[in-house]
């Protein structure tokens, strides 16, 4: 297959727009069309333009795309992105579509609307480009009836869920006429350029994540209404507590639209029968909502409704709105002290209180009905458990859970109540075979079969499960990954580094060093990092213990010096939030490979505190070495940027913002799927090693002294003056430009590392001790949030 460098997008809606913005975000210029406006709007009038006007003619694929720009949670990770997008229409432009290597329908869920635009994809595609549908419910074995050989040999399915940067899963479905070559590749791709989550499913209506999910929630829905459950109550325990999204299910329906779920379920009943067909009846209560405009999120109310501070729950019975309720049981209290999901799925499924009653009869329904799918909407049992985890963000998929709360247990009690259970489930037991899956194999007909796993992947859980660690204290452990690689994961609490961390950073470094050709330093936790134990760094702060604080942090920095000039390379594997320490670890290393969801920032400033361990001084050399060499460059702009950039605690909101915000240099790497970072990091680890690494020659850093000082500071009192900033900001602010500048010494000096790690020092531990850092400190470790005293 040839390479995809060039896409086409045909309808330019939210999931059109959605996928042009995620192809954009992974370097592929991208033609996005739509339809031609019948009317003129009121400004192209004022303007004097026709419907013959080209700005008029691609008026609603442009608008689509400047919508790009505003929308939240941004669908581009840097707005230049757009620049890779260009608008047309169906009318003028379809014939350039003979340019692209992938051609992308997201045009009305309409079978006729659909083979219309085909029947043009198909004039004036080039053969061989590969035709994909974001069909959700219409056939696509239907949708390419009647279209040329080639059309249908290089034609599929590619259901992206919305929004399609966040949401890993992309459900990829064949038709009898689709060459497994084209499946084949549209696999790979989709796993290693588009960073996806694939599963192959079959032509069945939603396919595998939207027909389980939408069955569990509507069968939440009858059990809430059948138990006398509120709206809050079964919010409360069908989120987190189960392994499942914050949103957990009608804040979720809030999210999603109510509209947008109404027409999934169609999707579904209309060629449902029996049983199947009663479930995915909408319960009339929501048709009125629907006729209310109560549609979630985008109409401001809907099974929640917020009151100023307050979020009300919608109650079904009367439709009017109260205070939002919670169900607390003993069964709630117990699984909140258990370990994992599975020890507290079973503390609450079996339990004989509301709680346990209703995530029985929620669960029970929906496992037997995933287990009744096997084989209708894909081919094995991993498939469906990850199309959930990947589109619906559960933990653990329904075979996963069903091995969780124990299978036997589970089939006796669904028998003892009289509930209908797949024949194969019994002939498994029958068998002597009690468990879904078995260390890397799952159950197949019979037997049991190899988990296909990538060799992309690395799971770090089961490398320690084979191979244990080379040492480990309470904060990380060292691992070997294989071919002369070795990984130190951060697992205290939050990842927060505290001296343990330290002290393996320290071993890991003088292990690889001696016994390994790099150092990959990543983990596989919800956060890389967020910072620097801030509960010790205060606690110590009000017991006066400075000296202490002293010593932490001078081996905090040393430690990233070690980091920086280790003889073997080390590679930083930063995601999610990448925050102060966190992120004053990845600026020392060789090479950053970073995920395309990366947040990065030094935010010190939010907790009363400046960087502590080399932050300033290393994002202020990144800035230098990012400028062309050999080229005049005003160090006052530098000092300015990365003055600004941890003043105002930036956080990058994108791996490629990051490397905007010179975190990331173009050396750097950025990883599309998120589970291959560890591999990449692994392969640029051992990329420098072959290519005879060598760490950076140590070279004084030019500083702006006491006239950049007093620059700085004249922008920091302008803020102050126009009332962003606080007089203690100010304080810290002052702070912050005494170790950005080099302190009093002329423009232009050039100092030693060491000089300015010392400044940093000095400046962070004179912060640590002021009454008004300590309260902010408190308050982020209460809140959560920043005090702005």
């Not at 997008?9 to 192809?23: N, Q, T, W």
């Not at 109540?417 to 489930?425: A, D, H, L, M, S």
């Not at 990984?487 to 580094?497: K, V």
Request: proline letters at 4%; a neutral charge; hydrophobic letters at 40%.
């Amino acid at each position: 297959m040839q390479p995809i460098r060039k896409a086409a997008v045909l309808g330019s809606g939210v999931m059109g727009s959605g996928i042009a913005a995620h192809l954009a975000n992974i370097g592929i210029p991208t033609l996005v069309l739509d339809i031609v406006p019948r009317e003129l709007t009121a400004a192209e009038q004022t303007k004097g333009l026709t419907l013959e006007d080209k700005q008029v003619r691609n008026r609603i694929a442009t608008e689509s795309l400047q919508k790009l720009l505003k929308q939240k949670p941004a669908p581009l990770t840097v707005k230049e992105n757009l620049n890779l997008i260009e608008a047309g229409n169906l009318e003028d432009d379809i014939q350039r579509i003979k340019d692209v290597d992938w051609i992308i329908e997201v045009v009305t869920e309409n079978l006729t609307i659909k083979k219309q635009v085909f029947a043009s994809v198909d004039q004036y595609r080039k053969k061989g480009s590969i035709v994909s549908s974001n069909t959700s419910g219409i056939s696509v074995e239907a949708m390419a009836e009647g279209r040329s050989e080639d059309f249908q040999k290089h034609f599929l399915g590619t259901h992206f869920f919305n929004p399609p940067r966040y949401l890993k899963l992309l459900e990829i479905i064949p038709t009898q006429h689709t060459n497994p070559g084209v499946l084949s590749f549209m696999k790979t791709f989709g796993e290693d350029v588009l960073g996806k989550g694939v599963v192959v499913a079959k032509d069945t209506p939603n396919f595998i994540a939207n027909r389980i999910g939408t069955y569990g929630l509507l069968v939440t829905l009858r059990v809430m209404l059948k138990g006398g459950y509120s709206v809050g109550e079964v919010d409360s325990i069908t989120g987190p507590l189960i392994g499942r999204p914050k949103s957990a299910t009608f804040r979720t329906l809030d999210i999603v639209g109510l509209d947008t779920f109404v027409h999934v379920a169609k999707n579904v009943w209309d060629g449902a029968e029996g049983d199947e067909k009663e479930v995915f009846t909408v319960p009339p209560f929501m048709n009125e909502m629907l006729k209310n405009g109560w549609l979630g999120s985008k109409s401001g109310q809907g099974f929640f409704l917020k009151q100023g501070k307050e979020i009300l729950e919608l109650d079904p019975a009367t439709l009017t709105y109260g205070p939002r309720k919670q169900l607390k049981t003993a069964a709630t209290e117990l699984a909140k002290q258990e370990k994992g999901t599975a020890n507290k799925l079973k503390a609450l499924v079996y339990a004989n209180d509301r709680a346990g009653e209703l995530l029985w009869n929620i669960f029970s329904p929906v496992l037997i009905y995933s287990a009744e799918l096997l084989g209708t909407i894909a081919d094995d049992i991993p498939s469906i458990d990850r199309a959930m985890k990947w589109g619906f963000g559960w933990e653990q998929g329904p075979f996963e859970t069903w091995d969780a709360i124990g299978l036997e247990k589970s089939v006796a009690k669904m028998q003892e109540e009289g509930r209908t259970v797949p024949g194969w489930i019994y002939d498994m037991l029958a068998a002597g075979h009690t468990s879904f899956y078995k260390e890397n194999t799952y159950y197949d007909n019979g037997e049991y079969k190899p988990l296909e796993v990538n060799p992309k992947v690395i799971e770090l859980k089961a490398i320690k499960k084979e191979k244990g660690v080379i040492k480990k204290n309470s904060g990380a452990s060292l691992i070997d990954i294989g071919d002369g690689v070795a990984l130190l994961e951060f697992h205290s609490q939050s990842n927060a580094i505290g001296p343990d961390i330290l002290q393996m950073i320290n071993f890991a470094v003088d292990e690889v060093e001696k016994n390994y050709k790099g150092l990959v330093i990543g983990n596989q936790g919800k956060n890389f990092c967020v910072g620097a134990n801030l509960a010790m760094i205060l606690m110590e702060a009000q017991d006066d213990n400075i000296w202490d604080l002293d010593m932490v942090v001078k081996m905090f920095q040393n430690t990233m010096m070690k980091i920086k000039y280790s003889a073997k390379p080390v590679v930083a594997a930063p995601f999610q939030m990448t925050l102060g320490g966190g992120a004053e670890v990845c600026l020392p290393a060789a090479h950053i490979q970073a995920s395309m969801e990366t947040y990065m920032g030094l935010v010190e400033a939010g907790v009363g505190l400046i960087p502590g361990g080399g932050g300033n001084k290393e994002l202020y050399i990144k800035h230098l070495n990012s400028l062309p060499k050999g080229v005049d460059f005003d160090l006052m702009k530098v000092a300015a940027k990365v003055f600004e950039t941890i003043a105002t605690a930036k956080v990058s909101m994108s791996g490629a913002e990051a490397r905007e915000n010179n975190f990331l240099n173009f050396a750097d790497g950025i990883s599309a799927n998120s589970d291959h970072q560890l591999y990449d990091a692994k392969q640029a680890a051992l990329a420098l090693y072959e290519a005879g690494y060598k760490p950076p020659v140590r070279k004084k850093v030019p500083v702006t002294g006491e006239t950049g000082y007093a620059a700085l500071i004249l922008g920091a009192q302008a803020m102050q003056l126009s009332g962003y900033i606080s007089e203690y900001d100010m304080k810290i602010a002052k702070k912050l430009a005494y170790v950005i500048a080099g302190g009093k010494v002329p423009f232009g000096t050039e100092v030693d590392e060491q000089y300015l790690l010392d400044l940093e020092r000095e400046a962070f531990l004179s912060l640590v001790a002021e009454p008004k850092s300590q309260q902010r400190m408190q308050h982020m470790l209460v809140k959560g949030k920043p005090l702005r005293n």
